[in-house]
């Protein structure tokens, strides 16, 4: 167990839906960052936030959207879905801004259909 | 930008040592980390390098050279619950301060 939550585990929705996936960080981590995985892509760097602030930013697409709140967890918005958007979505953590040492979540598995 | 390869796929014996490479192209970058990854389940850290040279943590090492944009990890007394996909990932030092991560590589340890 990393010690980083993400909810929900599962989510199936239609095309054209929005979604909220919630990622809570280990405790005392002030990074926390969002990767998509699909069998054909690995994974992908969507967006990092360190302590409530934007701090990296990856290939994260115009329909997708985080934030980091006071409370130091996290939520990626997926809106106007389509099927590629179907993904496993890892949050993960770290300690610091720059650190190689991240720490993963079990993932909320996206199914758009 | 950033690419990082790695081979697909690795097969190797039970007890044995196996070394997985990744060569990389990046302008720029704090340092070389590693993950490994079971069917179905979270990445989960193994080492970092942020200089040049080598890195041990119990069963597992970690290179890195910077000069020739090459890093390795190397799994001693392989166990077969080694069996997994291993990543290494990099995190860009300027601009959007990107992460990437290699193409990975799927390990099967066999008796």
């Known amino acids: 167990d990393s010690g980083v939550t993400q909810t929900p585990k599962h989510l199936i929705t239609a095309t054209g839906q929005r979604v909220t996936l919630r990622c809570s960080p280990r405790s005392g981590d002030l990074s926390v960052y969002w990767y998509q995985q699909s069998l054909d892509q690995g994974l992908q760097f969507l967006i990092q936030?360190?302590?409530?602030?934007?701090?990296a930013k990856g290939n994260i697409l115009e329909r997708f959207s985080a934030q980091q709140f006071p409370d130091l967890h996290s939520e990626l918005n997926l809106s106007s879905l389509e099927l590629g958007d179907s993904a496993l979505y890892f949050c993960?953590?770290?300690?610091?801004?720059?650190?190689?040492?991240?720490?993963f979540g079990p993932g909320t598995r996206l199914t758009v259909t | 930008g950033q690419s990082l390869e790695q081979p697909s796929e690795v097969t190797a014996v039970e007890g044995a040592i196996v070394q997985i490479n990744c060569t990389y192209q990046t302008s720029g970058f704090y340092g070389l980390s590693w993950y490994q990854q079971h069917d179905g389940g979270a990445p989960t850290f193994l080492s970092y390098n942020a200089l040049d040279g080598l890195e041990e943590t119990g069963r597992f090492s970690s290179f890195l050279s910077r000069s020739d944009s090459y890093g390795y990890l190397l799994l001693q007394e392989l166990q077969m619950k080694d069996s997994a996909s291993y990543f290494c990932a990099v995190r860009a030092s300027g601009g959007y301060q990107k992460v990437t991560f290699g193409t990975g590589t799927k390990l099967q340890v066999i008796p």
């Open positions: 936030y360190y302590n409530g602030e934007e701090r």
């Open positions: 993960a953590s770290s300690l610091g801004g720059t650190t190689g040492e991240q720490y």
